[in-house]
């Protein structure tokens, strides 16, 4: 399974930004995918999750209202459209994948598969 992420950048706080997540190298109709981060000097914080079958979601706490997670089937790609962003969603952002991993455990357990990270910064 190959990840490769992209849509990084700088933006002022209060901006947005799209990050997408392109998938190959198997079919991704039972997996789960998903969006972590890592500020410097800080644990990798999950960010959501989508079940690639039937689209179900779940974020985390802080980027509820905010960030919002999307597929397309067709094009194997994942999204991360980031709306009001604040300097603490500065991090690297690494989009991932398992193909049995529930939704809620996204939060505690590791993927098993991982993109290259891509730096999304916030200025304030």
């Known amino acids: 399974v190959q990840l490769q992420a992209s849509g990084g950048g700088l933006v002022q706080a209060g901006g947005s930004l799209r990050l997408s997540c392109a998938a190959s190298?198997?079919?991704?109709?039972?997996?789960?995918m998903g969006w972590f981060r890592q500020a410097p000097g800080k644990e990798r914080e999950f960010v959501a999750a989508?079940?690639?079958?039937?689209?179900?979601?779940y974020y985390a706490d802080s980027v509820k209202g905010r960030f919002t997670i999307s597929r397309d089937n067709a094009k194997n790609t994942m999204y991360l459209q980031m709306n009001s962003l604040k300097p603490e969603d500065t991090a690297v952002y690494y989009c991932?994948?398992?193909?049995?991993?529930?939704?809620?455990?996204?939060?505690?357990?590791?993927?098993?598969?991982w993109g290259q990270g891509t730096q999304v910064t916030v200025s304030s």
């Open positions: 991932a994948g398992d193909p049995a991993l529930l939704l809620r455990l996204w939060v505690s357990v590791t993927p098993d598969y």
């Open positions: 989508i079940k690639w079958s039937d689209g179900s979601i």
């Open positions: 190298g198997r079919t991704f109709s039972r997996y789960v």
